[in-house]
């Protein structure tokens, strides 16, 4: 029974020659993610801004959005947001955080009811306070932080400082292009986007590990290979394994995203960029070529020693 063969075995592709374009290129879109940052900041969702959520369907089916904001707006609690999405009679209520504790909150929640009535169903009601949406923000921030140190000091010892400084790099520029993202598209940030984010940098980080045990293991075993030449052969002998492992990825966060709903439609939007398209392009274009200006293979030959390039080509399977 023949194996399904995504990439064939000959492939040869010359990643590395792209390597002077793609870090001006992540150089300049980092340096306007950051500045999206800046400008535009976060859409701090009700966990880390504190205030009332409220999620109801209509029983009808349909929703006068013009009618339900005019009377929410009679309630005078300040900045109130509607959302339809679904297209069921679903509408998503913001209600920004009220003066006077937790109390006031709930009193938020007591007023909507009243005036909706029985008219809409209540999927969906949060109250987050200001202490503890701070505090949220807090923990949220120290696990993006602790858990990239805990990346760099794992790959440490695993392998060289120059891997793991350069696995910290393509990491750090996938957080910041995915946070740019969220800025210019105004999505929700909250406590699913930490977890989106953490787990962009599991799956990037996974694939990039998985290249760099494939250099390290030809660095030892190939003296005489140009860097270059040695990253293209490792590149393309775990190419296969990294288009299939993102396609599946890539089905499964599209069905979410279509049919997950809007509770979950930050964390899939969020993933899809990250894990798909920037996550996938650094552990190639940045990860890889970052090796060669961090020094390693300092001293090989610059020659390619032909024999030793085919014999390294073909056990390594392109």
């Not at 006077?100 to 929640?109: F, K, L, Y």
Request: contains cysteine; aromatic residues 8%.
């Amino acid at each position: 029974m023949r194996l399904l063969r995504i990439i064939p075995d000959d492939t040869r592709f010359d990643f590395m020659r792209f390597r002077r374009v793609s870090f001006p290129i992540s150089a300049t879109l980092s340096i306007l993610a950051l500045a999206a940052y800046f400008h535009f900041g976060l859409n701090l969702g009700i966990d880390f801004k504190g205030g009332t959520l409220m999620e109801v369907q209509s029983k009808t089916g349909s929703v006068d959005m013009a009618r339900m904001r005019a009377t929410l707006e009679g309630l005078h609690l300040g900045e109130v947001q509607l959302q339809e999405f679904g297209g069921r009679g679903e509408v998503l209520i913001r209600i920004a955080q009220q003066p006077g504790g937790e109390a006031a909150q709930q009193q938020v929640v007591v007023k909507v009811r009243g005036v909706l009535g029985d008219s809409v169903e209540y999927r969906r009601v949060e109250v987050v306070g200001p202490r503890v949406s701070q505090e949220l923000l807090g923990y949220g921030t120290l696990g993006i932080v602790l858990a990239i140190l805990s990346i760099l000091i794992y790959l440490w010892f695993r392998f060289e400082w120059q891997f793991a400084l350069g696995a910290m790099i393509a990491n750090v520029h996938d957080l910041v292009l995915t946070i740019g993202f969220m800025c210019v598209t105004q999505i929700d940030f909250d406590l699913t986007s930490i977890a989106a984010l953490l787990t962009i940098l599991g799956y990037s980080l996974n694939d990039t590990v998985v290249i760099y045990d494939r250099i390290r293991e030809m660095l030892r075993r190939y003296k005489k290979l140009p860097m270059a030449a040695l990253l293209n052969i490792s590149i393309n002998s775990t190419l296969s394994r990294s288009i299939v492992t993102h396609v599946t990825v890539t089905l499964a966060l599209l069905a979410l995203l279509l049919f997950g709903g809007h509770a979950i439609h930050s964390f899939t939007a969020t993933m899809m960029f990250g894990v798909v398209l920037v996550g996938t392009y650094t552990s190639v274009f940045i990860a890889a070529p970052m090796l060669i200006y961090l020094g390693v293979g300092v001293g090989r030959v610059e020659s390619v020693d032909a024999a030793e390039h085919a014999e390294a080509a073909a056990k390594a399977g392109v």
